[in-house]
């Protein structure tokens, strides 16, 4: 099993700014995701991506603010997160799958079988 390493992250204040980035070692995925925990509350979808063609996926509550994009080639994807609010808090993880999923199980966790460490992003007031 692999696992992804993440980067990026941190402490900003409302209406600010962060990225995230995610590599995955050794070959390329089919997709990849992110991912989110808030303290207490259940892992919940933030976003996704097939590296081939492209295809992306968005969460309603992030739809607009964040963008997900990926590098096939270097196995990388990244999470760039605009308008941030106090309820983005979370531990983010990144997420990837090497086989076929198809697009109505891209947000499901079920789906990806090797998970990053997880990175903290803290958003204040």
Not at 87 to 107: H, L, Q
Request: charged residues 20%; proline residues 5%; glycine residues 12%.
């Amino acid at each position: 099993q692999v696992q992804p390493r993440q980067s990026g992250g941190g402490l900003v204040q409302a209406g600010g700014s962060l990225g995230l980035a995610c590599v995955f070692p050794g070959r390329t995925p089919y997709a990849m995701a992110w991912f989110r925990r808030a303290p207490g509350q259940e892992r919940e979808f933030v976003a996704a991506i097939k590296l081939a063609g492209g295809d992306t996926y968005y969460s309603d509550s992030v739809k607009g603010r964040f963008t997900i994009s990926g590098d096939a080639h270097r196995q990388t994807i990244y999470l760039q997160m605009e308008n941030l609010k106090p309820e983005d808090t979370a531990e983010y993880d990144c997420a990837a799958t090497s086989y076929y999923t198809d697009s109505s199980y891209m947000t499901n966790r079920g789906a990806y079988a090797d998970w990053g460490q997880g990175t903290q992003v803290t958003v204040s007031p």
